[in-house]
């Protein structure tokens, strides 16, 4: 069996331009039939059999969270407030429930995302982009830093705010859904970090006030059926570098979140959403919430919207934040 350490740097790199130069992706591999992955996809088995260990998370329950009443019932939204606290705290995520995100929204994003990347590849590549700061960019491996490994998947990141694409920019594949998908995440966003503020035992409208949702975008990754599931990944583990990410998985599944230090999956619940606290609020709050890696195995996941402030307010955002918190 080949390894990761059997081509070199070199090769590997060659490798990936030769791949990235097709525009095509990891669904133009599928396309063409492969039956073997390519070697720059070759995972080490033990991070591989590390993903998919059968008793990772037999310990744990991973925390569900019924929204019903935040908004409407005071009694209501201080429990919860108590259990977004609770979860993260011990978990830095948690899985929400009747979060007021119609579920015929959530069910057109995800097929919206399918109908962008099984669309002819011309129309993808007008896309094709390694460059984050465009409004819309489609690529595979974006974040791909050598020697790092490839993982099996594409992705399309879309810059919803400050500054939004125009309606006839967006892919006429998903551009109604993109558009209305963010307009419902930038509600549910607001919620969340009221709820929040809250745990953190500070006026509901801090985070809102601090411009946490002034910038966010929207990660669509795409995993194709993949010939050797056994040898690579959909996702490596990391963190996500923002305030929040608010993540749509499939049927499929595939998040796996570390918990005192095992990997539990992430179980789809039908009409849920996955909370995912980012970097930024994690960063200075060490002393309440837990810092936490999520890789995924080789599966279709859903969209990611993460929220982030704008570039010009993050250091001032920083401070103020967590001097109010009492944690400076």
Request: hydrophobic share 40%; net charge negative.
């Amino acid at each position: 069996m080949a390894s990761v350490s059997a081509i070199s740097e070199a090769d590997r790199l060659a490798q990936f331009r030769a791949f990235d130069a097709t525009k095509a992706g990891v669904k133009g591999l599928v396309d063409a039939g492969v039956t073997e992955i390519p070697p720059i996809f070759y995972t080490p088995p033990e991070i591989v059999l590390d993903s998919k260990s059968s008793d990772r998370d037999k310990k744990f329950t991973f925390p569900v969270i019924d929204l019903q009443g935040a908004a409407t019932d005071p009694a209501k939204r201080k429990e919860i407030v108590e259990k977004v606290r609770d979860a993260s705290s011990t978990w830095g995520f948690f899985q929400v429930l009747n979060h007021g995100v119609p579920l015929n929204v959530m069910e057109e994003m995800k097929a919206g995302i399918k109908r962008f990347y099984e669309q002819d590849l011309e129309e993808k590549m007008k896309f094709f982009s390694h460059d984050l700061t465009r409004k819309i960019a489609y690529s595979s491996n974006y974040d791909l830093v050598f020697p790092q490994v490839a993982t099996w998947k594409d992705t399309t990141v879309f810059n919803m705010a400050p500054d939004p694409p125009k309606h006839e920019e967006l892919p006429a594949a998903n551009r109604e859904i993109i558009q209305e998908y963010s307009k419902e995440m930038v509600k549910m966003g607001d919620l969340i970090f009221e709820l929040l503020s809250e745990a953190l035992g500070l006026d509901p409208n801090y985070l809102r006030k601090k411009d946490c949702l002034r910038g966010h975008y929207i990660v669509c990754h795409y995993y194709p059926r993949c010939p050797q599931p056994d040898r690579t990944l959909g996702t490596g583990k990391h963190t996500d570098s923002d305030f929040m990410t608010i993540l749509l998985q499939d049927h499929v599944g595939g998040l796996q979140v570390l918990h005192q230090d095992h990997w539990v999956d992430v179980t789809p619940l039908p009409g849920s959403l996955v909370i995912n606290i980012g970097d930024l609020l994690q960063v200075r709050l060490h002393s309440f919430l837990c810092f936490h890696t999520d890789p995924s195995v080789a599966k279709v996941c859903g969209p990611k919207f993460c929220a982030r402030p704008s570039i010009s307010s993050v250091q001032k955002i920083n401070i103020e934040l967590f001097d109010v918190a009492g944690y400076l």
